[in-house]
């Protein structure tokens, strides 16, 4: 069938307008179901271009506000180059902004480091150290004596099912290892706040799931604040309380979807159920 571009444009506002209202009900949602927890992370009218060589200027996101309450998981979906990981940045202070504020709550915009955690879609780890001293290191920054951080390393390396490989370098581990370790090392000084920058989008669909599932454990164990990036909108149903949609560059925030999926969850049985993937089409026809 050929649509007149009439009735295109027509269906297009009808579907534009039912998704304006369902963003404003999904948004009253969150902030409804949110109501009783203080907010950890508040970002208000966050804006960031950068200056590309050829001396012009790229807006990367503008006037971005939403807040990020304590305890949640929450994941950041949107095209690539939309700006996710510069606003990761931003969260952790690594990043100014030429517009707007982000504060992470009871620390101000000084000392925010030391409350938040990131695993970045790289490894991060240093190659001539083993996965101990990987594990320890961030404590070392954060004056934690030497037997407290063997301690600590050592049970964490334990907790994400590394008790063998203590002493291995970076080059002997797998990859899903690797980012075993990258977790352990993030989550070893207790942050309050753990970034999350695509960790998972390099491993196979095996090693993610397991992976996905340890973090939801140690999420809900440890009650961290978790944002996490990710272009992968089943991931993002699988782990997350809430998803933010952004528009692409330069971002603007296109919608906030509350996800209503029970917990404690098991990713294995939850992508077999169709209330899922109910949420997951949801999910995409926003990001259309
Ligand atoms: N340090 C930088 N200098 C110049 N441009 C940058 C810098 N960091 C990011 N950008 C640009 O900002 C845009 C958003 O990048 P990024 O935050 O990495 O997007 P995403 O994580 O959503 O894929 C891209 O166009 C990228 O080239
Ligand atoms: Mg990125």
Known sequence: ???????????????????????????????????????????????????????????????????????????????SGCGKSTLLNAICGEVDLDGGSIMVESNGNKGQRRSISVVWQEDALM?????????????????????????????????????????????????GMRKRVGIAAALAPHPRILLLDEPFSALDLYTKLEIENELLSLWAEAKITVVMVTHDVHEAVGLADRIIVLTSRPATLRAVHLNPLPRPRNLRSLYGEPQFHDQVRQVWALMK
Not at 151 to 163: C, F, H, M, P, R
Request: overall charge positive; proline content about 5%.
């Open 1 to 79: 069938m050929v649509s007149s571009p009439v009735c295109g444009s027509l269906y297009e506002n009808s579907v534009r307008a039912k998704s304006v209202v369902r963003n404003r009900l999904s948004a009253c949602f969150a902030v409804a179901a949110n109501v009783n927890r203080p907010v950890e992370i508040s970002i208000r009218g966050a804006s960031k271009s950068f200056s590309t060589q050829s001396g012009e200027r790229v807006t990367v996101f503008t006037d971005l506000s939403f807040d990020v309450y304590r305890g949640e998981f929450l994941a950041l979906v949107g095209p």
């Open 127 to 175: 190659p001539w150290k083993t996965a101990m001293a990987n594990v320890e290191f961030p404590m070392i920054a954060r004056g934690v004596d030497v037997e407290k951080r063997r301690e600590t390393a050592s049970k964490w390396l334990k907790t994400v099912g590394l008790d063998g490989f203590l002493h291995s370098y970076p080059l002997e581990l797998s990859q």
